[in-house]
């Protein structure tokens, strides 16, 4: 018998689905300056992101506690909207599974949009300090103590990537399958395949970077009256593991008497500090 899906429960198939593929599929973008929000705004408006890159003087024996303050700069970021748009058929409305999976499949080609904006800025000629392992196969536990050693003075150490070098470094029994925060003295590893896309420089296969060194930011698209008028639905989805919002619109087309649904995101990256992120790269610069 037919999984039955019935229309007003659309909604909440996306937002339980959405909550699942983003909190997965953009982990790798967690860990930087970020305003993230759920508020409604002009898709072109940019947002200025305050990076705190140094604390306050500590003070010794003090006998005024009100002084010194941290040092904190503002760095522009300009969101784009990006859309995930697609039909969807009266077979995939009365069935939950087919359902699911369309969104599933939209909500990981948005996942890999976003994921290229975020790593967009991460080029040679900002982030000039690297370190070149040629291949998946050379990655090795003696290259992770010798990139640590050259990031030894950032804050945090997160390293993203990609996941033919990630896998080489994967522990090799199935009780310690995993990389926790914490492994190899990173406070986090995680792997991304959007790395040497056409939107980052060629040859990246990684990076450790500290919190400062990228800013990020995203909102929700916000439309006139007339037309959220004309929706079936429009909801905002939050995805808490990540802080990131996306918006779910429905509507009917006339021209076609079939249904089309959307997947929205006013999302922007910038550089930030440029001495605190260290390529990993597969060819000499």
Known sequence: MANTLPSQLVPDTAADTAITVLSSALTSITGFASDFSSDLMDPKRPVNIAV???????????????????????TQVAPKQYSQPFHITNAELQSGHKMERLFQVNLNKLARKIQDVAFA?????????????ANATDMT?????????????FDEKRMVLSGAYYANILPD?????????????YDSIDYSNRL??????????????????????SRVPEMTEMVRDGLYSSTIIEVPD??????????????????????????????????????IVNTAD
């Open 52 to 74: 705190v890159t140094e604390g306050s003087t500590t003070l010794e024996n003090p006998t005024d506690f009100e002084q010194g303050d941290s040092t904190v700069e503002f």
């Open 196 to 217: 040497g896309t056409s939107n980052v420089e060629t040859g990246l296969e990684g990076f450790v970077a500290d919190r400062k060194a990228l800013v990020m930011a």
């Open 141 to 153: 536990v003696a290259d992770l103590k010798e990139i640590w050693g050259k990031c030894s003075d």
């Open 173 to 185: 029994t199935r009780e310690n399958f995993a990389l926790t925060n914490g492994a190899y003295g």
């Open 242 to 279: 990540i802080g990131i919002s996306v918006q779910f619109n429905m509507w009917a087309s006339l021209k076609g008497r079939d249904s089309w649904a959307s997947f929205d995101i006013c999302f922007g990256a910038a550089k930030a500090d440029v001495t605190a992120l260290h390529r």
């Open 121 to 133: 800025p991460i080029v040679k000629a900002d982030f000039s300090e690297s370190t070149v392992v």
